[in-house]
């Protein structure tokens, strides 16, 4: 009878005590969350971040670094929207450049000057793609989408020379 009312007394301690530092954990969370402006905009940027608005991302996650260089969540927020700005610089890149070889390819006979133009622009971007440091964080269609470009300046490079 008598373990029977201590068991029951720590089980009620410990219920309460788990309750009140659940409490007061949740509390500071909220504070920080709802009353810190750097954790407000490191929410905001890593929203941004996963709908895939990468520049907006990195610049709400500059201003929460700024306001307060202690939050975590703003500074790998704004490393991995950087990583992520050079992934699309990339694409884009490789755009410009995949139109210009198609610009050159099609006056029909390649001169040598063109020819040299074409390897320079595909070893540019296999190069740039050797550059890229994705990690874990980051979009694996979008680095999935850097690896198919790289692929299409490989192809022409090999078919050329």
Not at 17 to 22: P, Q
Request: hydrophobic share 40%; net charge positive.
């Amino acid at each position: 009878m008598q373990k029977e009312r201590l068991k029951r007394g720590w089980k009620i301690l410990f219920k309460k005590l788990f309750t009140t530092i659940f409490i007061i954990v949740s509390l500071i969370g909220l504070y920080f969350i709802g009353f810190s402006d750097s954790y407000k905009l490191s929410l905001e940027a890593r929203i941004k971040y996963f709908t895939g608005d990468y520049k907006e991302a990195r610049i709400l996650a500059k201003k929460a670094f700024e306001l307060d260089p202690y939050n975590k969540m703003a500074f790998s927020i704004l490393a991995q929207s950087k990583i992520s700005a050079r992934l699309l610089d990339y694409i884009e890149d490789s755009k410009r450049y995949l139109l210009k070889i198609e610009e050159l390819s099609s006056l029909g006979d390649f001169s040598k000057a063109d020819k040299i133009k074409i390897k320079f622009y595909c070893e540019i971007m296999m190069e740039k793609y050797n550059k890229l440091s994705p990690t874990v964080m980051t979009d694996k269609d979008l680095y999935k989408a850097c690896t198919k470009e790289y692929e299409k300046f490989v192809k022409i490079y090999e078919e050329l020379f």
